[in-house]
């Protein structure tokens, strides 16, 4: 069973960059593709953003692509989530996830079974 413990996030201005760590217990992380998702208030889950088990490629949504970089370290269990030039609306609780890699051939959001507590991000104008 995987464990995913989440660090960073808080409160940044407008322009400015934060970034969350996702520490992986329990499990062959590096096996998993992980991904990050966020919530804002009285909006759905979005899927921003994803690496693959195998070759470390690299999915992004539309509304954080150019801005926000996935990365892994395998050798220390850890995914993280580098946000540059933050805005207002990407203030969210943020997520991370992980799911058997080789079960999966796409970038979808599907499949992701473990997930992190979750960790405020809050963009001030």
């Known amino acids: 069973q995987v464990q995913l413990v989440q660090s960073g996030g808080g409160l940044v201005q407008a322009g400015g960059s934060l970034r969350l760590s996702c520490a992986a217990s329990?499990?062959?992380?590096?096996?998993?593709?992980m991904g990050w998702f966020r919530q804002a208030p009285g909006k759905e889950r979005e899927f921003i953003a994803a690496?693959?088990?195998?070759?470390?490629?690299?999915y992004y949504a539309n509304s954080v692509k150019g801005r926000f970089t996935i990365s892994r370290d395998n050798a220390n269990n850890t995914v993280y989530l580098q946000m540059n030039s933050l805005k207002p609306e990407d203030t969210a609780v943020y997520f991370c996830?992980?799911?058997?890699?080789?079960?999966?051939?796409?970038?979808?959001?599907?499949?992701?079974?473990?997930w992190g507590q979750g960790t405020q991000v809050t963009v001030s104008s």
């Open positions: 690496i693959r088990w195998s070759g470390g490629s690299t």
């Open positions: 329990g499990g062959t992380f590096s096996r998993h593709d």
């Open positions: 996830a992980g799911r058997w890699g080789p079960t999966y051939s796409n970038y979808g959001p599907g499949g992701y079974s473990y």
